[in-house]
């Protein structure tokens, strides 16, 4: 049976939820469907979308291509030395089940990658990062099939030239790899990162300082500040936090002292986003069915029937905003098609 549909309905398999349909669509379970897939497909569906967990994009219109969706699952220790156990994981088991696993095992690392929606596969593409812990921080591998050739290809750690909320597979990889699977070196001596501030407070009154201390807390965190997706439809932060010439930053806080900060060279610093769109009033704005957070303006939600276009163009406002009002240029975190 062919693996292959046309016209489907991708509303319910992106965490945005609008309504937009993919001309070519195909669920893959095993390397063989895909390489039986890449030697079939129309000619016409040029472009290939690898869509996981569908939670950090937005479609601002339907797909013409073929989107390809993992569904391979599954996830065991495969080696283990005094110290670490290497764990393996199918694309697309989901996210947060993979840390509550690893948590209860006892295995540390991932505990303040909690509740972050989405897959495996795309934990990589995206390098997901939160509480100071990016998934870099523990990825040995990542192995995957090539779209073009079918070869499967493993890239180690160094390979995956990881950045923040950046990876190989955003640029010169984009849409030329199928992620299998990931392996993710884990520490059975946790050392917990407690150093974000509000993850510190909270685990002050936590009577046992252990990981799964850490991922309550940080689920706490998460659902005070961010949206469920299963209620309001988000792809979480829509942009990155600017990194801007120390030059910049200075000059804008010479007029606005309370400008937050972090330093991450001798000449650049990183400045929130949401102070940014805050101060250009966005916070809680809302343009028919497309919003700003009330709780985190760096989020963008759709209320009900928000189109992607209609998203898209209230991205678009918030960044002329902050240039013009700043000279900061914003980048988006999610993927915009
Ligand atoms: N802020 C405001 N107004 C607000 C909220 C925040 O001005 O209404 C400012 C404050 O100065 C605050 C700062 O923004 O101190 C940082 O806010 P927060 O700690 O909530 O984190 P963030 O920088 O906005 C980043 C990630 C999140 C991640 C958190 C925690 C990015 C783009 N986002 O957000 O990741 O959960 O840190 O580590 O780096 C995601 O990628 O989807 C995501 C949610």
């Known amino acids: 049976m062919s693996l292959l549909q046309k016209n489907v309905s991708l509303k319910s398999l992106h965490t945005f939820g609008?309504?937009?349909?993919?001309?070519?669509?195909?669920?893959?379970?095993?390397?063989?469907?895909?390489?039986d897939l890449l030697s079939n497909y129309p000619a016409e569906a040029e472009d290939i979308l690898v869509l996981g967990g569908g939670s950090n994009l937005l479609f601002t219109r339907d797909y013409e291509g073929l989107v390809i969706h993992p569904s391979m699952l599954g996830k065991e220790v495969v080696r283990e030395t005094d110290q670490h156990v290497f764990v393996r994981a199918s694309a697309a088991e989901d996210w947060d089940g993979l840390v509550a696993w690893s948590v209860s095992k006892g295995y540390g690392g991932l505990e303040n990658l909690s509740l972050i929606p989405g897959r495996v596969g795309a934990s990589v593409v995206q390098n997901i990062g939160a509480y100071g812990v990016e998934v870099a921080d523990v990825v040995d591998r990542v192995e995957a099939v090539s779209l073009q050739t079918g070869e499967q290809v493993i890239f180690r750690n160094e390979e995956c030239t990881f950045a923040y909320r950046d990876s190989y597979f955003k640029h010169q990889g984009r849409d030329s790899y199928m992620i299998t699977s990931v392996l993710y070196k884990l520490t059975k001596e946790p050392v917990l990162c407690l150093e974000y501030s509000d993850l510190s407070a909270a685990m002050e009154s936590c009577p046992q300082a252990d990981i799964a201390a850490v991922r309550r807390a940080v689920i706490d965190i998460r659902k005070k500040k961010l949206p469920d997706p299963a209620e309001?439809?988000?792809?979480?932060?829509?942009?990155?936090?600017?990194?801007?010439?120390?030059?910049?930053?200075?000059?804008?806080?010479?007029?606005?002292?309370?400008?937050?900060?972090?330093?991450?060279?001798?000449?650049?610093?990183?400045?929130?986003?949401?102070w940014l769109i805050q101060q250009c009033g966005w916070k809680g704005k809302r343009v028919g069915d497309a919003g700003v957070y009330p709780h985190q303006p760096l989020v963008l939600v759709n209320y009900g029937h928000a189109s992607g276009k209609e998203i898209f163009d209230l991205s678009q406002r918030i960044m002329w905003s902050v240039e013009s009002e700043f000279g900061v240029t914003l980048d988006t975190e999610v993927n915009v098609f």
């Not at 309504?19 to 379970?29: F, K, L, P, T």
């Not at 990155?240 to 606005?256: A, G, M, Q, T, W």
């Not at 000449?267 to 929130?272: F, S, Y």
């Open 232 to 274: 309001v439809g988000n792809a979480g932060s829509f942009f990155k936090n600017p990194v801007v010439p120390k030059v910049l930053y200075d000059r804008i806080k010479d007029e606005f002292p309370d400008l937050p900060g972090h330093r991450v060279s001798a000449d650049m610093v990183k400045i929130p986003a949401a």
């Open 18 to 35: 609008t309504d937009v349909s993919a001309r070519y669509y195909a669920q893959v379970a095993h390397v063989e469907d895909l390489l």
